[in-house]
């Protein structure tokens, strides 16, 4: 079930497994029938660890949601909750607990907590009195979780905000741990290198860590060279920017939640002969993004304006292939022509499915809307009049398009012009505030405090410098080569960073463990992907984050949310 | 060949001073087993000075080669007069000593973790570690009081130790483990009316049990029922069992009768291995299995005041005269005896040992063996051997044998021997695999080592394997014997965490203890000799000293700590909650912050609560969040105290969100407006004012016009107010907020058009020159479909947009006559774009033509 875990260099399935073998083990300590009571929240992530299939094999029957009052009835010895270690949670374990039925048979109560147990939360359980009738209080360390080949995410989502807003390091702890859980796995990674304060201190803790560990250690050869640690806010344009690549369009338009999308199902629809229109899908379709997909592996890292092509030369192939069964002639032929149809008609329906996928996003980027919040993009990041406030943000502002949008424009703005003056940044603070109501005052607080926005302090705008001399800039990108005209972004200030020393064997490429602290998008994604390929390169990427962001999913993380009282 | 003789080799296989059966020439009995052979080893000299011997006092050896506890009797028979505890290593070293103020002990006996156990009469069990010092207590049952323990006897299962007692009351009571005592009364036994005459404990199929036997009547009683049994195939013409010895893994079972029967089968009785007419009729004094685990020949050792008989199933048995009083201690492959001056070791003599030792043995190993003592001597007599071995294709085979012989033997200068004779071997073979001759040496090194005369630990090899490296060093630590267990840690290269670190931790625990040396004394040994020794748990060290009343050795010792984590419980049960605190940030793990300030709040007043966390920044903010999801009154107190306007400002808004009424919204406006004046943030003051202005004017117009807005943007109200027609107050309010121009025009337009107001729009497009160009009318338009209103904007349009408007309304003529006119090729290409071949050929030809000739310039 996890094939594309393994396709990379360093095969992650040994993490997955791992997990699941803890799980196991959980499982198996309750005794009995069992029903699992979850946190909504890890029913994405879990399901990258484990099917429901392997919790059937330990006797889980039942699945819930964690809500308040009365749990529903089933007849199984054990409850087990899976819950992030949150106080309103316990609240609402205490009330279940609280009011089980006393007449029916008793059931065994067992609290579960993903990633780690947590005294205070244990504390509540008491105060609310329910810590005596729990069997079992373990913990379920589940930092890193494996999404592809080449990626690890914590799908923390507060973790930016967290981090820099609320100086609240606890993701950043579990970063460190969860480090420490891959190291033992795959060896202690000899060099770290890092930028930003968050990477500081999640070095110093690893530092600390190792040497609470030691001894302990197994001596196994380091499968990475190097771990980068980047604080998110090192690069706050990068996130900001609208994604060009195919899987990050995906990501911007429909939103790929733990390896999955959920798409409009018109395009789906299966005509079939005799069928009339009418019975057309109405549940999203629903479809897995990873690497296991060859064809997805090949186009996701696309400029999207690529995939057309791409799409278009996989169609030859695989119909030429299709093809081939004229010329079988003999029996070993027709043989091996038929041992090979599964893995072509699978081709097919890959190829199907993201043409349909390409077409439903190719109607939104042909659209005047996007052209024009491109084009405005564009400018900001060439520096073209972004000491002013712009036209095209204003008239969104006048037509309420959606505050995210308006947000991220603003934000992109000031970052790019290294701080808005007084008066553009007040214009637009009030703009928003009279358009979409007084109570985004607090968001507005808390980007200005994440310094997405900010006054101009320093009497020059450096970021033109910065532009120029680093070359983050590429005029006229060659689109169907170079991925994703903002990887240079990236790997300009970074690239340096990572290329000290060459201790790796000779002849084998290096591998490099690149951690966003806060958040990493598809399009960064892509770039470092690009990196790997490139010949010369030496150096293998692979990519881990506290969660995997887009624009809006990271505006939104920082935003406030107050209800207008009725 | 000449004739070999290992005398001197051999000559500690004590020769039995008789045969009860008489052996033929060819040392096979008659019934055709192979003879079968014990060696007694001594082991030690004891090195006590015992005057009586073993008479009057009562003794308990630990098996394992583990400690001796004696409990002599006082000389003189007063009252007032009391027993000796002395405690001995397996060498007679003496470890402790004390006078026994405690009441009547009925049994002594060892836990499996070097544990002195001391049954009382009154049903009490007093535990004292190696070195006499008392530990703790418990007790068999508070029936016990009354009615008296009668007998005890302590054992080991895999549940750890127990202790089986029989009350006066003629029931016994049974601990599995003294760990986790839980207290079983085991059935009654009917009719029993006295001590039986013999009884044991057995661990059978998890469960405990109590074999007893009442004359002739055998019982099992387990946890539910008494159950009289049978042993398979027993004589008719036994009488009374007098004696009972469960084998050391419970699996065979001996029985004396007091007809001088033995009847040694399974423990469960159902299969009988022998039985043996030993032709004794006193009782003995004590009885032993003595078998070597896989070994073919079970045998039972049987001891009288003076003479030692072992038996088994061969009915051949051996004879041995002991000159004094003795002690039997089964072990796991051998017996060991103890008597007043020696310590001796009785085992069946290893197959191997045998072949290698026996007189004109052929063996590969004994070839082997002389073959390397002739070259020793540089005589060519050992390649004659060698070739011999050879010839049998024997020579790994001899290999092996002479290094497993070694593993047997106690003498290093046999194991020598034997182990250069196996080097040698060794020489002569390719791909011989070292494995077993590296780890034999390791292993009697390290047996050596224990066994010596000042450890006094004499283990055999197959002990020293069931028992572990890592239980070895726990017994020597027990023993203190720091030095000796760090040598054997490093010498068989067990990771540290393991070995060292863990001695180096009970080292420490001990110095920590020792009062007469000062804290800075000891906190500097224990961290020069620890140092940064991978494993090392400085907390629990510490907790030790905290333990002994140490409070300041105990941080002292907490510094070294790098776990700051587990820093943290200790320093909180020692009331330093600061520095727990600054130790929990420091771990950087949150969750052990927040339980720090949880405990810091309750034993705090608030006042010093506050000021200590401001001196926190980290437990600050975790703090804060705590309280904004859980106490906002107390998030207040903090911004407050640290006049965090701004905070306070963003506070009062957000509560502000949580008010029904109108009135107390207003107050929480007008504080936070307050707290942002105060914190100079002009803006947000004044868009707070603002705020409070609009619901004012909302409020105003709900009472008037009974339009609901209260609450929403001002962008809304003004939306909802050009809906409802109510233009004047959305002028006004437009004046008031000064609202850009721009966005006015858009939102009137907006609103008219949704309202298809289409005359209003019309006379709102001329009220003055359009801010937002005309291009949005159109679009507007189009948006509800209307565009025949549409059109009427179209020649507004600014030139630039004029294409785009044209197309907007689907004039594509209109379109291309703009685009032709300003000769823009990016226009013309966008008409081009929305032409279809088939209907529009005259405008696609225009365009082209046009295209053409501006491509030629």
New interface residues.
């Given amino acids: 079930m996890a094939a594309h875990l393994s396709y990379g260099r360093v095969n992650l399935n040994i993490l997955r497994e791992a997990a699941r073998k803890e799980l196991r083990e959980f499982l198996d300590k309750c005794a009995g029938s069992k029903a699992i009571v979850w946190d909504e929240y890890l029913t994405g992530p879990f399901g990258l660890i484990a099917q429901y299939s392997l919790l059937k094999e330990h006797e889980v029957e039942k699945m819930f949601t964690l809500k308040p009052g009365r749990l529903p009835a089933a007849d199984v010895k054990n409850i087990i909750f899976f819950v992030r270690p949150k106080l309103e949670l316990m609240d609402i374990i205490a009330d279940n607990v609280a009011s089980e039925d006393k007449l029916r048979t008793p059931r065994d109560f067992h609290v579960l907590f993903v990633p780690r147990r947590s005294l205070l939360c244990e504390q509540r359980l008491k105060e609310k009195g329910v810590l005596g009738s729990l069997i079992n209080v373990d913990e379920y360390i589940l930092d890193l979780i494996p999404y592809d080949g080449d990626l690890l995410s914590m799908e923390s989502e507060s973790a930016f905000r967290e981090c820099y807003l609320e100086n609240d390091q606890t993701s950043l702890y579990h970063t460190a741990k969860g480090l420490m859980t891959l190291q033992a796995l795959y060896g202690t990674i000899p060099q770290i290198f890092g930028k930003g304060e968050c990477a500081r201190h999640v070095a110093n803790m690893m530092l600390r860590m190792k040497r609470e560990f030691a001894g302990c250690q197994t001596q196994i050869l380091p499968v990475f060279d190097t771990l980068l640690l980047l604080d998110r806010n090192v690069d706050l344009l990068t996130p900001l920017a609208t994604q060009l690549t195919y899987e990050g369009l995906i990501d911007e338009i429909y939103s790929i939640n733990n390896g999955y999308v959920k798409l409009p199902p018109e395009k789906f629809a299966q005509k079939k002969q005799g069928e009339g229109e009418k019975d057309l899908p109405t549940e999203p379709k629903k479809l897995q993004l990873n690497s296991a997909e060859e064809l997805y592996a090949e186009i996701r890292d696309k400029n999207f304006n690529a995939v057309g092509a791409a799409l278009s030369k996989k169609a030859k192939i695989i119909s030429a292939a299709f093809e081939e069964r004229h010329n079988a002639k003999t029996v070993g032929e027709i043989k091996q022509f038929v041992s090979q149809l599964p893995h072509m008609q699978a081709a097919r329906t890959s190829l199907a499915n993201h043409t349909s996928v390409a077409e439903l996003i190719k109607d939104i980027t042909t659209s005047d809307a996007f052209f024009d919040n491109l084009t405005v993009e564009q400018e900001f990041m060439t520096g073209v009049d972004t000491d002013k406030a712009n036209t095209y943000i204003e008239d969104c502002i006048a037509r309420k398009d959606p505050l995210i949008k308006i947000l991220r424009l603003v934000c992109m703005q000031s970052v790019c012009n290294n701080g808005l003056k007084q008066k553009v940044l007040d214009f637009y603070k009030r703009e928003i505030l009279q358009t979409y109501g007084f109570q985004h005052i607090l968001t507005l607080n808390n980007l200005e405090k994440a310094g997405l926005l900010k006054l101009q302090t320093a009497t020059r705008n450096n970021y033109p410098t910065i532009r120029k001399t680093l070359k983050l800039w590429m005029e006229d990108a060659n689109e169907q080569v170079a991925s994703h005209q903002f990887y240079v972004l990236q790997k300009a200030e970074y690239v340096p960073v990572c290329r000290p020393t060459s201790t790796g064997q000779q002849g084998e490429n290096r591998i490099t463990l690149v951690f966003f602290l806060g958040g990493v998008t598809y399009a960064e994604i892509a770039a470092l992907r690009f990196l790997s390929q490139m010949e010369d390169g030496g150096t293998e990427y692979v990519i881990a984050t506290t969660k995997l962001i887009n624009g809006t999913s990271f505006i939104k993380s920082l935003m406030e949310r107050l209800e207008v009282p009725p | 060949m000449s004739c070999r003789s290992y005398a001197s080799y051999y000559h500690y296989y004590l020769r039995p001073v008789a045969m009860l059966s008489e052996l033929g020439p060819d040392s096979r009995s008659h019934d055709g087993c192979v003879f079968f052979s014990h060696r007694k080893i001594e082991l030690y000299e004891m090195g006590w000075n015992l005057k009586e011997g073993l008479r009057n006092c009562q003794i308990a050896a630990a098996p394992y080669g583990g400690p001796i506890a004696l409990l002599k009797e006082p000389q003189r028979s007063s009252p007032s007069a009391r027993p000796q505890l002395e405690i001995y290593t397996s060498s007679g070293s003496p470890m402790a000593s004390f006078m026994w103020k405690s009441g009547v002990v009925k049994q002594l006996g060892w836990t499996i973790s070097d544990d002195l156990l001391c049954v009382q009469e009154d049903g009490t069990v007093l535990v004292y570690d190696l070195f006499g010092s008392f530990k703790r207590h418990f007790s068999m049952g508070n029936e016990l009081v009354q009615s008296h323990v009668l007998e005890a006897k302590i054992f080991h299962s895999p549940y750890g130790t127990g202790i089986a007692v029989l009350s006066g009351a003629y029931r016994f009571i049974l601990a599995t483990n003294i760990e986790d005592i839980k207290l079983r009364r085991l059935p009654e036994v009917p009719g029993l009316q006295g001590v039986p005459s013999c009884w044991t404990v057995l661990s059978q199929d998890r469960q405990t049990k109590v074999l007893l036997a009442t004359g002739a009547d055998l019982y099992i009683l387990d946890n539910t029922a008494c159950t009289p049994v049978s042993p398979s195939g027993f004589s008719p013409q036994a009488t009374n069992i007098i004696q009972v010895a469960g084998s050391f893994s419970y699996k065979y079972l001996a029985l004396f009768t007091d007809s001088g029967h033995v009847w040694m089968g399974s423990a469960n009785l159902k299969e009988k291995l022998c039985e043996v007419d030993t032709k004794m009729r006193t009782p003995p004094t004590q009885m032993a299995w003595c078998w070597r685990p896989k070994s073919q020949q079970p045998s039972v050792v049987i001891m009288w005041e003076k003479y030692l008989l072992v038996v088994g199933p061969c009915k051949d048995t051996i004879q041995y005269n002991l000159d004094n009083e003795s002690v039997l201690v089964p072990e796991l492959d051998s017996v060991r005896i103890i008597s007043g001056t020696h310590h001796e070791l009785l085992q069946e003599v290893p197959v191997v040992s045998e072949e290698i030792f026996k007189i004109a043995s052929m063996a590969p190993g004994a070839l082997l063996l002389e073959a390397h003592k002739e070259y020793e001597k540089e005589s060519q007599k050992a390649d004659e051997y060698l070739r011999e071995i050879k010839e049998q294709d024997g020579l790994g085979e001899a290999v092996k044998q002479c290094v497993e012989a070694a593993g047997y033997e106690h003498e290093p200068e046999t194991q020598k021997m034997l182990l250069r004779a196996a080097s040698f071997g060794k020489c002569f073979l390719s791909n011989f695999r070292p494995e077993q001759f590296v780890s034999t040496c390791r292993d009697l090194r390290v047996l050596n080592a224990v066994r010596d005369y000042t450890v006094g630990i004499p283990l055999t090899l197959q002990q020293y394997k069931q028992m572990t490296v890592q239980v070895l060093i726990d017994r020597l630590v027990y023993r203190k014997l720091y030095p000796l267990a760090i040598e054997i840690c490093r010498y068989l290269k067990i ?3 393991q070995g060292v ?1 863990r001695v180096l931790k009970h080292w420490a625990c001990c110095k920590v203890q020792q009062k007469e040396e000062a804290d800075e004394v000891i906190a500097r040994m224990v961290s020069l000799k620890l140092g ?4 090392i748990s400085y907390s629990d060290i510490a907790a030790r000293a905290y333990e002994c009343g140490r409070t300041e050795l105990a941080i002292k010792l907490l510094e070294f700590e ?3 984590g587990e820093q943290v419980p200790l320093l909180l049960k020692m009331k330093r909650s600061q520095l727990a605190l600054s130790k929990a940030i ?7 912050v ?2 720090v300030v ?1 405990y810091l709040k309750n034993e705090m007043n608030r006042g010093d609560f506050f000021m200590t966390l401001r001196n926190q ?2 437990a600050l ?2 703090y ?2 705590f309280c904004k ?2 106490e906002q009154d107390t998030l207040k107190d903090l911004y407050n105290q640290d006049d965090d306007h ?1 905070e306070l400002g ?1 506070f009062y ?2 509560a502000s ?4 009424r109108l009135d107390t ?1 207003m107050s929480c406006l007008q504080n936070a407006m307050d707290e942002y004046n105060k914190a100079k943030n002009e ?2 003051a004044k ?2 004012e ?2 409070m202005r ?1 619901l004012r004017f909302q409020r105003r117009l709900e009472e008037e016009k009974g339009e609901r807005m209260v ?6 109200t003004l939306h909802c107010l050009l809906i409802v027609g109510l233009h004047k107050q959305a002028e006004q309010l437009y004046k008031d ?1 000064r ?2 121009d ?2 006015y ?3 009137k337009l ?1 609103a008219l058009a949704e309202k298809e107001d289409w005359e209003e729009m019309e006379k709102f497009s001329k009220t003055k020159k359009s801010p ?1 160009g005309y291009l949005p009318f159109v679009d507007v338009c189009i948006k509800h479909h209307n565009k025949y209103e549409a059109r009427k904007y179209v020649s507004k349009v600014t030139p630039e947009q004029k294409v785009k408007a044209h197309i907007a309304v689907g004039d594509l003529e209109g379109a291309a006559e703009v685009a032709i006119e300003r000769r823009n090729e990016g226009e013309i290409s966008l008409v081009l774009s929305h032409c279809t071949a088939t209907t529009d050929r005259t405008i696609v030809d225009r365009l082209n033509r046009t295209r053409a000739t501006a491509g030629k310039k």
């Fill in positions: 990771p540290e965490y670190s940064e020794t991978a494993g790098p776990r700051s420091e771990s950087g793990d949150t969750d052990l927040y339980t949880t920044p980290i903010s975790l804060r969040q999801h859980q701004q963003n808004v957000r969100y949580q008010e029904g919204r803006f947000n868009a707070t603002e705020e609009l609450g929403c943007s001002l962008q809304d907020f609202v850009p721009k966005r025009w858009w939102l907006n937002i």
